[in-house]
């Protein structure tokens, strides 16, 4: 390597000139790619005319088709496929009742139950009735008849467990659904039946009242399983080799043995000798009918209907009737006369609610009315709710005109309410405001009245002309509460009504209510969701964060906050509402002032047990605000901003990165003002700028995020003209590099660091070309430092990564050696202006080239073991390319070295020949132009393995 020019002379300017595709001018009217296809339809169409046999007219139609769809013949597979579907089915489904498809603004009764369950609970002991534990074998069920089993089960053969909590009870009720499958499973019928009947007795009983809607619930499971197993078992019975019973099915197409076994299952029901499991085992299977008769269903719904006018107890009575108006929707929803004769049935027996019989069992319970009524709202609801699905205006007059003749109509009031729909009760929001002020407030709560009334006029909205009025007789009642809990249920529902029709004065008034209310004896401790609910509509209602923080009442609400894992949470929807509707950036000093406060304490409530997703989670939130903050052309108070925040948000990573970067991007818009000539004043604040980067980097604990931003900000100190500080930041990075860990956390898996590495100082090398040497510190003075750091880096044994950074630090010092570099940074003389091409400078260069290169034909000579032959080919071959489009094959020793490589490339089978073979034709290629001869000689050198 004693020759004196490593590096070939480029001529950037004529190798882009060459390489640039040749433009070819486009006529208008060309096809092209992205020109939508505009297709001519021809119509034609035959006319009957008398006197003649047939005419044609034809009419054709340009229009825009969709290039995907040009190409079909405009019915897609699916729509074919269900042409060809059996008419017979569609004639079926054709014909039915649109009524008779619930659609999903239904809501079933899956969604309630949970919450009963919630609401209904008791700290009482219960009872159950359970069979002894002697088990039927199944040899006696042949012996004994099964009516006699029946019979056996209901007179006897039965204990009483006492004393059950609530859980133990529910658990039993459990193992009761299991029992129920597990003798199902084993053909055990009988013994199916005879747990469902014990259950349903169950329904009978309210010596503890006050968790009925919650027993309801769990036995009405059992009977629905019930009911699913027997449907499907005689489903399953109409199934046989040539066929699969449709869907839609008539009962001609049941054969015999199933419709025998459907009619022994309702005889055996018949059987049971007690009104109540009879109706409820009856009730289950009602969709059996279908196996039977068409009517079979329309006869069955009225005569069940009327069964439970023989049931005593109103409160019995109700949940029965919710259980047949809930089979009869998912069974035949279109029979809507049976549910309204449940429901004027019920509106005949209502009175008995109030009645002795009643009055005495609370007495002797210990109930209040005030706690018995609410026992009827989930069923009372789901009756109304099931009536006044697509229900005529008419029916849910009528309905509304029979509940306000009856007395003490609270709790039917309220059930209308809730079931009916947002639209009908929110028209005649000032009818029902009356009504209410009518109703006894003994039995049930005005306020849970209003509360009704305030979700239905949160979905939809009354009459102009009496909303302000509304909100004055609603808010005269809620003010008056004293228990704070059922004030801020209802308060909480009328804030989103305030919020919706009124301006920030009124929701400002309606905040300083709650507080006042909440803020006596630490209330607001017990209502941390009902708050959370009342910020999250003020927010979703005021997008424009001025006017709200200008809402007097506001800051004092979050105070309430007080628990710090409520606080964040608030925190947080509110940054997630500023994020996503704040449009334009701000500098309102109300804004920003709310808004670092309510940055500060989601920040605040990091610690050391905070999981890395919610310290992401907080840090988008930050960041976002952030970015969202602009003062325009004041950079200095832009600074300043950037610099308090750096002190509110130091434990947050992620925030300080993006402070960081926003300061970069604040240096570059001044360096835009300025056109890049800095005055005294600009050129300080840029410095002051970078200083701020310099000191935020080491406070960073990820390492390859602070390489980045040295680098990062060396590139922007150097756009700046702030040479000296631009050293100090590349400086800082290759001291860095010898930190790196061999393996590194990349989301929570610990992966290999090299590749990282890599491709840090190939961006490195590519900035490292325009920085200027220091006049102090001798030629390419941070190329050295980095190399010596390069060479002391322990590297893997297998890999060829350090390799790969030699090979990018030749293409470096080759295209420093070059007269004029591929690119500059404006006003910053880098070294081709500096040493003009000095022959001093290319001699060192050159010097380093030899170094490199000794390193990289040292290892290649180290990968001579039979396990590493391939890498050393794969290597070989990759430095030979490297000379090829760097190097100066003039120069005899570069090029014998390149021949010498390519023999080392193939020498044991593991050569690439594909790509040997295209790098040759390439040297051909290029041996033809300009300068460029002596690469004819060197691809007569270069012979090519054939393998044989």
């Known amino acids: 390597f004693l020759s004196s020019r490593h590096p070939r002379s480029r001529n950037y300017k004529a190798e882009f000139a060459s390489c640039r595709l040749e433009a070819v001018p486009l006529e208008f009217g060309d096809y092209h790619p992205l020109k939508p296809i505009t297709v001519t339809e021809s119509k034609t169409k035959k006319v009957s005319r008398k006197g003649s046999t047939s005419s044609t ?20 597979p699916l729509s074919m496929f269900a042409a060809t579907a059996d008419p017979a089915a569609m004639n079926v489904s054709g014909g039915r009742n649109e009524n008779s498809i619930i659609g999903s603004d239904f809501e079933p009764w899956a969604n309630k139950r949970g919450e009963i369950l919630a609401r209904y609970t008791t700290t009482e002991k219960l009872s159950i009735v359970s069979t002894t534990g002697t088990a039927t074998s199944a040899m006696s069920e042949k012996v004994r008849t099964r009516l006699e089993e029946l019979d056996d089960f209901e007179e006897g053969s039965q204990k009483e467990l006492l004393n059950l909590t609530q859980q133990d009870y529910v658990n039993r009720i459990e193992e009761l659904n299991q029992s129920l499958k597990d003798a199902w499973a084993s053909d055990q019928k009988v013994k199916a039946l005879k747990i469902v009947i014990q259950c349903s007795k169950l329904l009978s009983d309210t010596s503890v009242i006050r968790f009925y809607p919650s027993k309801f619930v769990l036995i009405t499971d059992i009977l629905d399983t019930f009911g699913k197993l027997v449907y499907e078992r005689i489903f399953s019975m109409c199934v046989d080799n040539r066929s699969v019973l449709p869907d839609h099915f008539s009962p001609e197409n049941v054969n015999d043995t199933a419709k025998e076994t459907c009619l022994n299952w309702f005889f055996k029901i018949a059987s049971i000798r007690e009104l109540i499991p009879r109706f409820y085992v009856e009730a289950s299977i009602l969709k059996c009918n279908k196996f039977l008769s068409k009517t079979g269903i329309s006869e069955c719904l009225p005569r069940l209907t009327c069964m439970i006018r023989g049931i ?28 309204n004769k449940n429901f004027f049935d019920f509106l005949l027996t209502f009175k008995q609610i ?45 309905m509304m005109e029979r509940c306000k003749k009856l007395g003490n109509n609270a709790l039917l009031l309220n059930s209308v309410m809730s079931a009916f729909r947002a639209e009908f009760i929110a028209t005649r929001s000032m009818d029902f405001i009356g009504m209410i002020k009518e ?51 209802c308060a909480e529902v009328w804030v989103e009504y ?93 804004i920003l002032n709310a808004l670092l406060h309510v940055c500060k304490t989601t920040h605040d409530s990091v610690n050391a047990l905070t999981l890395e997703d919610e310290k992401r989670t907080l840090a988008y939130l930050i960041n976002g605000f952030i970015k969202m903050v602009s003062f325009g052309r004041d950079f200095e108070q832009q600074l300043s901003f950037y610099v308090e925040a750096r002190s509110m948000f130091c434990n947050l990573e992620p925030v300080l990165v993006q402070l960081i970067h926003s300061v970069n991007r604040l240096a570059m818009e001044t360096r835009k003002v300025m056109k890049g000539n800095h ?21 960073l604990v990820g390492i390859f995020t602070r390489l980045n931003l040295y680098l990062h900000s060396g590139q922007v100190a150097l756009a700046n003209q702030c040479l000296s500080q631009a050293d100090a930041f590349f400086k800082a990075a290759i001291s860095l590099i010898p930190e790196v860990p061999k393996m590194i956390n990349i989301d929570g898996k610990m992966r290999p660091s090299e590749s990282f590495l890599l491709e840090f100082l190939c961006n490195f090398f590519s900035t490292l070309l325009i920085v200027p040497d220091h006049p102090e510190h001798g030629v390419l003075f941070l190329v050295r430092e980095l190399l010596n750091v390069i060479q002391d880096y322990t590297w893997e044994d297998s890999s060829d990564d350090k390799i790969r950074i030699y090979t990018c630090v030749l293409h470096l010092l080759s295209a420093m050696s070059q007269e004029t570099y591929l690119y500059h940074i404006d006003k910053v003389d880098s070294n081709d202006s500096l040493y003009g091409g000095d022959s001093k400078f290319l001699a060192e260069n050159n010097k380093l080239c030899e170094t490199v290169m000794a390193q990289i034909l040292e290892h290649l000579k180290t990968l001579a073991k039979d396990e590493a032959l391939k890498r050393q080919s794969s290597l070989g071959l990759s430095f030979f390319n490297s000379i090829l489009a760097h190097g100066d094959l003039r120069n005899n020793r570069l090029n014998q070295l390149s021949v010498n490589l390519w023999h080392l490339a193939q020498r044991h089978g593991c050569a690439d020949t594909r790509t040997m073979v295209k790098t040759l034709e390439y040297i051909k290629k290029r041996s033809k132009q300009p300068d460029m001869g002596h690469l004819t000689e060197l691809a007569l050198r270069l012979p090519l393995q054939t393998r044989t």
Request: aromatic share 10%; proline share 7%; hydrophobic share 40%.
């Open 57 to 76: 007219s034809s009419s054709s139609s340009s229009s825009v088709v969709d290039p995907l769809s040009s190409v079909l013949d405009g019915t897609d």
């Open 312 to 339: 005593g107890d109103p409160l019995v009575s109700v949940y029965a009737r919710a259980y047949l108006c809930r089979v009869g929707m998912e069974v035949a929803p279109h029979l809507k006369e049976s549910l």
């Open 354 to 398: 109030h009645g002795d019989t009643v009055q005495n069992q609370l007495v002797v319970q210990g109930v209040e009315l005030p706690s018995y009524l609410p026992l009827y709202s989930p069923a009372m609801d789901w009756i109304f709710q099931c009536i006044s699905y697509h229900a005529p205006e008419a029916l849910l007059t009528e």
């Open 439 to 489: 109703c006894d407030e003994s039995g049930f709560p005005k306020h849970l009245l209003f509360r009704s009334l305030g979700l239905n006029l949160a979905l939809a909205d009354p009459p102009e002309g009496d909303r302000l009025q509304i909100l004055n007789e609603a808010w005269k009642v809620i003010t008056k509460l004293k228990n704070p809990q059922d004030y801020i249920n």
């Open 498 to 590: 305030t919020c919706k029709h009124f301006t920030k004065r009124e929701v400002n008034t309606v905040l300083a209510d709650v507080i006042k209310h909440m803020t006596p004896d630490r209330a607001f401790e017990d209502s941390y969701p009902q708050l959370q609910s009342i910020i999250k509509k003020v927010i979703a209602h005021f997008h424009d964060f001025s006017v709200l923080f200008s809402v007097e009442k506001f800051l004092p609400f979050l105070d309430m906050f007080q628990k710090e894992s409520v606080r964040v949470e608030v925190c947080k929807c509110i940054m997630e509402v500023f994020i996503k509707h704040q449009q334009e950036p701000t500098k309102d000093p109300v």
């Open 679 to 699: 005055s005294r004043k600009t050129a300080a604040f840029v410095r002051a700028c970078v200083a701020y980067c310099f000191i935020t980097i080491p406070s």
